[in-house]
């Protein structure tokens, strides 16, 4: 029993922190949501099926790939180079640090085109390639908060089904 309410109580806490791992790149959102729900589901408060967590488990490992490779992929997509998109993620970790939560939208882009600036591209070039990142930063974001929201839904629909 002792050991079911350690197990909740961590699944809990890595849940939410999946949410905030879909905003803050320092953390993995979709592993730790994924890891929240196998703890939970381990407990006798909840019994999700298990082809939903092979589901969500490969989905988790998609998703956390694609969020890698979507700022390039919109980063290239608009003719940006690889400072663009090192430059998006040093913008994004900026504008969550110093100006939160505006920061976490306008450092992307601010990051990409100053990046692109220092590298030789013109203020056309530069916004372009600062767009493309600064949207495949956005899709990744967006698809880290719907597999954190989908996880935090099987938790709580396995724990209501399982009610006494």
Known sequence: ????????????????????????????????????????????????????????????????VADYLL????????????HGVFGATIGLLAGILFFPPLGALIGPLAGAWLAEKVNGKNNKEAA??????????????ALKFAFSAATIWYALSGMIINMP
Do not use: C, E
């Open 1 to 64: 029993m002792a050991i079911d309410i350690i197990l909740l109580s961590a699944g809990i806490i890595f849940l939410l922190l999946g949410v905030a791992g879909a905003f803050l790149p320092v953390l993995p959102g979709p592993p730790l949501s994924f890891a929240g729900l196998l703890l939970i589901h381990f407990t006798d408060y909840a019994h999700i099926p298990q082809n939903i967590l092979y589901t969500l488990g490969i989905l988790a490992f998609i998703i956390t």
């Open 71 to 82: 700022p390039i992929w919109g980063t290239r997509l608009n003719k940006g180079s690889r």
């Open 128 to 141: 372009r390639s600062a767009l493309g990142s600064f949207v495949g930063l956005l899709f990744g974001v």
